[in-house]
Every structure is written in C-alpha cells, then in structure tokens.
C-alpha cells in the first residue's frame, strides 16, 4: 500500500446490520471462557510466589519473587511490541499459532525450572506471547458490538494493552 493511500471498508456497517445469531454468542463465550482462565493463570501464578519461597521447592527470596513478576511483565510487552508488528506484517491467523505455541513452550519450561537464574528467563518467554491475545480479543468484540462503526476507547485490565480509537 503506497503512503497516503486511504482504504475504505463497508464492513462495520454491514456487520452492524447483521442480527445477533447463535454464532455471536458462539464467539462471545468463548472469548469469555478464555479471559476468565486468563484470570485464574494470573491469580494462580501470584498465589505460587509465597511457595517459591519454601526450601523444598525453588527457595526464592522475595525479591527474587517480584523479579519473576516484573521478568513476566516485561516478556509481555515486548512480546506486544513484537508480535503486533508480526500481526500486522503476516496476519492474525498465523501469529496466533506461533503465540500459542510460544505460551505453552515457555509455562512448561517455566514449571521445570531449577533455580531463579532459569524461572524468570522462561516465565518471560511464555509470556512473550500472552500480551498478543487481547488485541485479536478486543476486536472481535468491537466488530460484533452494534456500536462498532463508533470510535471508542478499550482498556484492558488483564495486559499490557489499549486499544485506541479506530482501532
């Protein structure tokens, strides 16, 4: 696409005027089902900081525990960083994938980690991926929304992530 060349689209409009079938409610729990387990990964994985600290299992200072917790949150970013401009470059659909194998790679990594110089390096790579779900999430609901040809601010909570008007 050349600069300046402007695009137009008559899809929110048509989207806009398709009834609510039981497809959308097909995409709308799933999309639920999957930010209500994204909450419980969250909530789980602050929950094991204070077992992290146990002798018996990796014996982390609490230090070495937010740590973990800023490498997780920095992996995140980047990964927004990165993978949004592979979204756009390659395509949702493929990125996806690549995403999902990335997150599952990096949490079993993370569960066979032997002391804190390997944890925060595999929470940080399976988490390189997560940040790259709420984008896709957001606009699949904005486009089922009958508002969606309005422009409208969408923050979300669970990652490092706003949407902006027109996004």
């Known amino acids: ?6 695009i137009e689209s008559y899809v929110p409009a048509r ?5 609510w079938s039981r497809w959308h409610w097909l995409i709308v729990l799933s999309l639920g089902a999957t930010w209500i387990l994204d909450g419980l990964e969250v909530t789980l994985a602050g929950a094991l900081g204070g077992i ?13 525990v937010g740590a973990s917790a800023t490498c997780y949150l920095a992996g995140a970013v980047l990964g927004a960083l990165l993978f ?6 390659f395509g949702r659909k493929k990125l996806f994938f690549i995403t999902v194998a ?12 032997w002391n804190f110089a390997s944890l925060p390096v595999y929470v940080a790579v399976g988490y390189f991926a997560t940040s ?6 957001n606009a699949s609901l904005r486009s089922l929304s009958w508002v969606s040809s309005e422009p409208a ?3 979300t909570l669970s990652e490092p992530a706003v ?3 027109g996004s």
């Open 15 to 19: 989207l806009d005027r398709m009834r």
């Open 163 to 165: 949407g902006f008007p």
């Open 1 to 6: 696409m050349a600069d300046g060349e402007t």
């Open 153 to 155: 601010w969408t923050v």
């Open 102 to 113: 990335v997150y599952l790679i990096g949490t079993a990594l993370s569960a066979f980690s």
């Open 84 to 89: 949004g401009y592979g979204t756009d470059r």
């Open 132 to 137: 790259n779900r709420s984008a896709p999430a």
């Open 52 to 64: 992290l600290t146990r002798h018996e299992t990796l014996g982390l200072t609490d230090t070495q």
